[in-house]
């Protein structure tokens, strides 16, 4: 039984069936039944592509809403870099941090600051003798997910580090419970803005209990940011973030902290499959490390954004100018706390076979070899599935019938209608 816990959600009722969605969609995970879609969620990876192409706004991410956040806890905002890239003319971050503690926040502990930690133990892990490369970074559950479920050779190439939103999780409760000893750790609430549901789902699905309590959405934050920053007055120098840091918001920006020549970025779904099916083939022999993030632009193209990416991305190169290059070092010695590494390693999980019985799955395999070559194989989509190989196996899997397939029931139609028009002649 699947336990995944998804955070990409359809409404029905806003659904009107057509196929956007079910061709953009990474893993076929998506069939249009009864005048809608419907989601396998066995194989979606909350990437939170059909949010982007659903111009009926039928899909939407799941997440924490604000008023969820609790009253007489110490709360803590963990901002993903994303959001500084949201606004107009700001030229210091600290007015977006002050912003959040206006709204009501404790403390804020930024995301960035994490991830330059996490740089620190990227470059030392890369260090190790005897590891599988290219290391393929982890820091999108995105990728971690996709690679579970369709690259079994590839799964110890994921860099086994914690993301930096756990890592930064985890300092803030730290320091919440230093500055005021009286607390216990339920008493500090952490809240990290994502820009979008995949690390909603990372949350949920951690194999330990996330120390990440809520996660709420970047967009909501963003409105409810607009009525309380101001520049009437100067906020206290309280950013520790660096160009690393920031640069992690967009593609490219965590292989530059690697400092490593043999590297490779890819955004952008496609970009993405089309990256791993050629490591998968060794045909990346010479690269060290790989980052790769399902959003355009990276993780300024989240789905819970605002702005373009692009803007973003370019507001952000522009607060990166006079900063410093790192402000957080994971320090000690070459060795990665335990405490860093992930929970567990990650394992290939292979989607729904077609039968427990081996034999009967094999003649269930030639079965669908034998119907995909009497469709038309033009991926037309009005059958609801994505491919006509698809489409073949749904009809084997007894989701759905033959005549499904509206092509190759006209052309059954046609063939009747001369056949009849031929015996009506003679």
């Not at 953009?24 to 969620?41: F, L, M, V």
């Not at 999108?140 to 939103?165: A, K, M, W």
């Not at 699905?205 to 709420?216: A, G, H, P, T």
């Not at 998968?280 to 980052?291: A, C, I, R, S, Y």
Request: hydrophobic content about 35%.
């Amino acid at each position: 039984m699947n336990s995944y816990k998804h955070s990409v959600s359809l409404d029905v009722e806003k659904c009107k069936g057509c196929t956007d969605c079910l061709k953009r969609c990474p893993t076929e995970a998506i069939r249009i039944r009864d005048g809608h879609a419907c989601i396998d969620s066995e194989r979606c990876i909350d990437c939170g592509e059909c949010i982007r192409v659903c111009k009926n706004k039928a899909k939407r991410a799941v997440c924490d809403k604000l008023s969820m956040i609790p009253e007489g806890k110490w709360t803590v905002a963990l901002p993903a870099p994303t959001l500084y890239g949201q606004f107009d003319n700001l030229d210091d971050i600290d007015y977006v941090l002050q912003g959040l503690l206006d709204y009501g926040f404790d403390d804020v502990y930024e995301v960035a600051c994490a991830a330059e930690i996490v740089s620190d133990y990227t470059r030392k892990y890369l260090k190790k003798p005897n590891i599988q490369k290219p290391i393929i970074s982890s820091a999108c559950p995105v990728i971690t997910r996709l690679i579970s479920l369709r690259y079994p050779f590839l799964c110890d190439n994921l860099l086994p580090l914690l993301p930096p939103i756990e890592v930064a999780a985890a300092e803030a409760r730290k320091r919440a419970l230093e500055k005021n000893p009286h607390l216990t750790r339920d008493d500090v609430c952490i809240v990290f803005i994502s820009p979008c549901p995949a690390k909603v789902s990372y949350v949920k699905n951690r194999e330990e209990k996330s120390e990440v309590d809520l996660v709420v959405s970047m967009r909501d934050i963003y409105f409810e940011l607009l009525n309380v920053m101001t520049k009437e007055k100067t906020p206290a120098p309280f950013s520790r973030s660096g160009i690393v840091g920031i640069g992690w918001a967009s593609s490219g920006g965590e292989c530059t902290a690697v400092f490593s020549d043999r590297f490779l970025a890819a955004d952008g779904i496609e970009n993405v499959l089309n990256v791993l099916e050629e490591i998968d083939n060794g045909t990346f022999p010479e690269l060290e490390f790989v980052e790769l993030n399902a959003c355009q632009g990276g993780c300024v193209g989240g789905s819970m954004t605002v702005t373009n990416p692009y803007i973003a991305k370019a507001r952000l190169q522009t607060l990166r100018r006079y900063l410093p290059v790192s402000q957080n070092w994971a320090g000690g010695t070459g060795d990665i706390p335990p405490e860093a590494l992930t929970d567990a390693p990650v394992e290939y999980i292979p989607p729904r076979s077609l039968d427990e019985d081996r034999a009967k799955a094999m003649k269930m395999m030639q079965e669908i070899s034998d119907l995909a070559k009497t469709l038309p194989g033009i991926d037309c989509g009005s059958c609801g599935a994505p491919t006509c190989i698809a489409f073949a196996e749904d009809v084997i899997r007894g989701e759905c019938t033959k005549e499904d397939c509206l092509i190759r029931m006209r052309e059954m139609l046609r063939r009747e209608k001369l056949s009849g028009g031929e015996n009506h002649d003679s």
